[in-house]
């Protein structure tokens, strides 16, 4: 029921209890002025631009590898004998860290370059040696093939001798076989002649005589053409055997010449290891003093006290070189990889150094410093993806009291939307506005969000 303007003017309007506990409290209408006022603000909020990014975490490395930390190995086993330099001093690359000395027995021997030079030149003499040797049977093999060529040409002009001469003597039997016809012809008429009359006994035995002289020079015709045949056989039998007499004298002489070539390969093999036993025993006496192998800061030993023993590539020590190119070494899950690329800009924030960090407003932000994607991982771990991230020479420079191993944060700055909707993208777990070339990777963000922050 409305009231009425009576009752309202009423003097005692206001003392009455009823009224007053119908009344609006006043703390009530300012709440309500104050929580639609923040509701109103929280709303226009949302249509603030935000700078869309890509937050990592990491810790500093250098950049080549050179200039990472790395540990002093020894090469050979040996025991400690000296320490030259403590931790934390700095070292120039040649310096000597610590001194080794022999535990093996074989390289113990004090002398033991001059003996392995010794045996040396003793093997080298052996193979000079050896060789002419090998040269002088060389040339004694070329003489018994030149006197095996000078032999059978004597051995066939003595068969063709002899041949020529067994034909003299065939033609001799010949001759002689006609002249015993004649003689026996002689004889058989002078016979005749003796029967009938005409001729004397003294005649035919006579005759007779001559007849028996021609048989007997046939005879030793005969028996000397025999000879001569015989001889002939024997002359070839001499040559035959005087190609196998030579060959045998060569086929020994070659043998002893493949010895003798098999020796001095030998020797020179003997001679090759002993040369790299020498030289690697000379290298190894380098090994006995443990070397920077680059400037830098003795950052850590690994062994400590004199007489210890170390193993053959075990660590000495560690390193830290002189003035390293620093990079971020940052990691970045599997979903956000395609959104960067090398290139990239990056904001990094490092232990150590005050900053108040606004993710989405970069020109709001302090204490943080510029960088560019330089190396993106092929493959990932754990599916995170490491990223080196080095100083952009654009913008400020880094702080020179940086250390490997310090922390970084770093964010990837992407394209610019209002807040709500990287609210609902951040709740629905969805990636990153990625607005560009498919081909090439380009963001046509990254171009407005770097305006965005020099501005």
Same mark, same amino acid.
């Given at each position: 029921?409305?009231?009425?303007?009576?009752?309202?003017?009423?003097?005692?309007?206001?003392?009455?209890?009823?009224?007053?506990?119908?009344?609006?409290?006043?703390?009530?209408?300012?709440?309500?002025?104050?929580?639609?006022?923040?509701?109103?603000?929280?709303?226009?909020?949302?249509?603030?631009?935000?700078?869309?990014?890509?937050?990592?975490?990491?810790?500093?490395?250098?950049?080549?590898?050179?200039?990472?930390?790395?540990?002093?190995?020894?090469?050979?086993?040996?025991?400690?004998?000296?320490?030259?330099?403590?931790?934390?001093?700095?070292?120039?690359?040649?310096?000597?860290?610590?001194?080794?000395?022999?535990?093996?027995?074989?390289?113990?021997?004090?002398?033991?370059?001059?003996?392995?030079?010794?045996?040396?030149?003793?093997?080298?003499?052996?193979?000079?040696?050896?060789?002419?040797?090998?040269?002088?049977?060389?040339?004694?093999?070329?003489?018994?093939?030149?006197?095996?060529?000078?032999?059978?040409?004597?051995?066939?002009?003595?068969?063709?001798?002899?041949?020529?001469?067994?034909?003299?003597?065939?033609?001799?039997?010949?001759?002689?076989?006609?002249?015993?016809?004649?003689?026996?012809?002689?004889?058989?008429?002078?016979?005749?002649?003796?029967?009938?009359?005409?001729?004397?006994?003294? %005649? #035919?035995?006579?005759? /007779?005589?001559? +007849?028996?002289?021609? &048989? *007997?020079?046939?005879?030793?015709? !005969?028996? $000397?053409?025999?000879?001569?045949?015989? %001889? #002939?056989?024997?002359? /070839?039998?001499? +040559?035959?055997?005087? &190609? *196998?007499?030579?060959?045998?004298? !060569?086929? $020994?002489?070659?043998?002893?010449?493949?010895?003798?070539?098999?020796?001095?390969?030998?020797?020179?093999?003997?001679? *090759?290891?002993?040369?790299?036993?020498?030289?690697?025993?000379?290298?190894?006496?380098?090994?006995?003093?443990?070397?920077?192998?680059?400037?830098?800061?003795?950052?850590?030993?690994?062994?400590?006290?004199?007489?210890?023993?170390?193993?053959?590539?075990?660590?000495?020590?560690?390193?830290?070189?002189?003035?390293?190119?620093?990079?971020?070494?940052?990691?970045?899950?599997?979903?956000?990889?395609?959104?960067?690329?090398?290139?990239?800009?990056?904001?990094?924030?490092?232990?150590?150094?005050?900053?108040?960090?606004?993710?989405?407003?970069?020109?709001?932000?302090?204490?943080?410093?510029?960088?560019?994607?330089?190396?993106?991982?092929?493959?990932?771990?754990?599916?995170?993806?490491?990223?080196?991230?080095?100083?952009?020479?654009?913008?400020?420079?880094?702080?020179?009291?940086?250390?490997?191993?310090?922390?970084?944060?770093?964010?990837?700055?992407?394209?610019?939307?209002?807040?709500?909707?990287?609210?609902?993208?951040?709740?629905?777990?969805?990636?990153?506005?990625?607005?560009?070339?498919?081909?090439?990777?380009?963001?046509?963000?990254?171009?407005?969000?770097?305006?965005?922050?020099?501005?």
């Amino acid at each position: 029921m409305a009231k009425t303007a009576t009752e309202t003017n009423h003097p005692d309007y206001m003392q009455l209890e009823a009224m007053q506990q119908v009344q609006t409290p006043r703390q009530g209408r300012i709440l309500t002025y104050w929580i639609g006022g923040i509701f109103l603000v929280i709303l226009l909020c949302l249509f603030l631009p935000w700078t869309q990014n890509i937050n990592s975490q990491g810790m500093l490395t250098a950049l080549t590898p050179q200039d990472r930390p790395q540990t002093v190995e020894a090469v050979i086993a040996g025991r400690i004998e000296q320490w030259h330099i403590m931790e934390g001093t700095f070292v120039n690359k040649g310096d000597t860290i610590a001194s080794l000395s022999e535990i093996k027995e074989k390289y113990m021997d004090p002398n033991l370059l001059a003996n392995i030079r010794e045996q040396l030149e003793s093997k080298q003499g052996a193979a000079v040696a050896t060789g002419a040797k090998a040269q002088a049977m060389q040339e004694q093999i070329q003489a018994l093939r030149e006197g095996l060529v000078y032999s059978l040409q004597k051995g066939r002009n003595k068969v063709e001798q002899t041949r020529l001469k067994l034909q003299s003597d065939s033609m001799d039997v010949v001759a002689q076989r006609t002249e015993l016809a004649i003689a026996e012809a002689q004889f058989a008429r002078q016979e005749t002649l003796y029967t009938q009359g005409l001729k004397s006994l003294t %005649e #035919l035995e006579a005759r /007779r005589l001559k +007849l028996q002289e021609a &048989q *007997a020079k046939l005879l030793s015709v !005969i028996n $000397k053409t025999d000879a001569t045949r015989a %001889e #002939l056989q024997n002359a /070839r039998t001499e +040559l035959n055997s005087l &190609q *196998a007499e030579y060959a045998d004298k !060569i086929a $020994k002489a070659e043998a002893e010449l493949n010895a003798t070539q098999s020796y001095v390969l030998g020797t020179q093999a003997e001679v *090759a290891k002993l040369q790299s036993e020498y030289s690697g025993t000379q290298v190894r006496n380098r090994y006995y003093h443990i070397l920077a192998p680059q400037d830098g800061y003795l950052v850590r030993t690994l062994k400590a006290g004199l007489g210890e023993t170390v193993k053959e590539g075990e660590a000495l020590a560690t390193i830290m070189p002189h003035n390293p190119q620093l990079a971020a070494e940052l990691y970045v899950d599997a979903l956000d990889l395609p959104l960067i690329k090398p290139g990239d800009d990056m904001r990094l924030q490092f232990e150590g150094w005050p900053a108040l960090v606004f993710t989405g407003w970069p020109g709001a932000s302090f204490g943080t410093f510029g960088g560019k994607v330089a190396v993106i991982d092929n493959s990932g771990t754990n599916g995170r993806y490491r990223l080196l991230v080095v100083p952009d020479p654009a913008q400020e420079e880094w702080p020179g009291a940086l250390r490997v191993g310090s922390g970084v944060q770093g964010w990837a700055m992407l394209n610019t939307v209002p807040i709500w909707y990287e609210l609902w993208r951040q709740l629905n777990n969805f990636p990153a506005d990625y607005t560009g070339d498919a081909k090439t990777g380009a963001k046509e963000g990254n171009t407005k969000t770097q305006e965005n922050y020099e501005e």
